[in-house]
Nanobody, 115 residues
Framework: QMQLVESGGGLVQPGGSLRLTCTAS????????MGWYRQAPGKERELVAA???????NYANSVKGRFTISRDNTKNTMYLQMNNLKPEDTAVYYC?????????WGQGTQVTVSS
């Protein structure tokens, strides 16, 4: 059973930056897909950025040019670099992984963008 743990959230002013980290208990190299999702109060969970099976990346339009997803397979770790943060980026951010029909989720980390 894969365990995912997020860290790096916090309070940041508009225009600021944060880097989220997702650490997996097992190999992420073999995962079909891994990505970052977020859920704001009263809204559904949405994709932020992901590595898809082809090896390419996929970003939500709202974060293109501001967020960058990356991974270090040797450390079983995935990152989300978030720059030029906006108040509408405020949400709980989740690390998610999918492999062989099973979806894994972390517990989430809160990101609040406010002055």
């Amino acid at each position: 059973q894969m365990q995912l743990v997020e860290s790096g959230g916090g309070l940041v002013q508009p225009g600021g930056s944060l880097r989220l980290t997702c650490t997996a208990s097992g190999s992420i190299f073999s995962m079909n897909a891994m990505g970052w999702y977020r859920q704001a109060p009263g809204k559904e969970r949405e994709l932020v950025a992901a590595f898809i099976e082809s090896g390419n990346t996929n970003y939500a339009n709202s974060v293109k040019g501001r967020f960058t997803i990356s991974r270090d397979n040797t450390k079983n770790t995935m990152y989300l670099q978030m720059n030029n943060l906006k108040p509408e980026d405020t949400a709980v951010y989740y690390c998610g992984g999918y492999n062989l029909g099973t979806t894994y989720w972390g517990q989430g980390t809160q990101v609040t963008v406010s002055s």
